[in-house]
């Protein structure tokens, strides 16, 4: 049986050299890349999640161990489409016109990787006129648009976002997840998006909702 510890805790830990080393190992020894993500990867992602929400961990701790993540499944992603191993839903992810903050983006971009999710990340000061390119250019189409912002001066961007997805006629394919310190549950009613999540750990819980329901 595997030991998945080492990739575990270099995850846990932040250390992306150890992680990756311990992901090798386990690849060179004939350990199949999908038990790598359900049973070492996502779970040191959601037990850093779960550590961010009880005050243990903080944010730089929670983001170094989404880079240690990302640096995982650079050598995973290829062996999973090899086998084709399909993600379990794509999500279209951005900061909004206007704000240039990504820390928050990255690491719900980590965390939904962790969760089985495929990412496409399109950066900052995403226009709305972007992220609809993002979604026709995409096959297959993504599942999820999420939006991300810090300033309550870009939140109108979230709505003139999911305004560009009703005028391209996307936004009945898509499900809309918004976040970011100045959005509420509210104002995500507001605006009619999906859902909400005002953190990165029950960002994944939300969008396995939203691609399950």
């Given amino acids: 049986m595997a030991d998945w510890t080492f990739l575990h805790q270099g995850i846990l830990q932040g250390d992306a050299e150890a992680a990756l080393g311990a992901a090798r190992v386990l690849l060179d020894a004939g350990e199949d890349p999908v038990a790598l993500v359900e049973h070492a990867v996502g779970p040191a992602m959601r037990e850093a999640g779960q550590l961010f929400q009880d005050g243990e961990y903080f944010v730089p701790e929670l983001l170094m161990a989404a880079r240690a993540t990302k640096g995982v499944f650079e050598i995973v992603r290829p062996l999973l489409a090899q086998q084709g191993v399909a993600p379990i839903g794509r999500v279209v992810l951005g900061t909004v016109k206007g704000d240039l903050h990504d820390i928050g983006k990255n690491l719900v971009g980590a965390m939904l990787e962790g969760g089985g999710f495929e990412i496409i990340d399109l950066g900052v000061d995403v226009s709305p006129e972007r992220f609809a390119a993002a979604i026709t250019e995409r096959s297959p189409t993504p599942t999820i648009v999420g939006l991300s912002a810090l300033l309550t001066t870009t939140l109108p961007a979230m709505q003139k ?44 819980a939300l969008a396995q909702r939203l691609v399950s329901g």
Avoid: E
């Avoid at 005028?167 to 999906?194: E, F, L, W």
């Fill in 161 to 204: 976002t999911l305004a560009a997805l009703a005028a391209h006629a996307m936004r009945a394919q898509v499900k809309v997840m918004v976040g970011g310190a100045p959005v509420t549950q509210a104002y995500a009613n507001s605006i009619g998006a999906d859902g909400y999540a005002p953190d990165a750990a029950s960002a994944v």
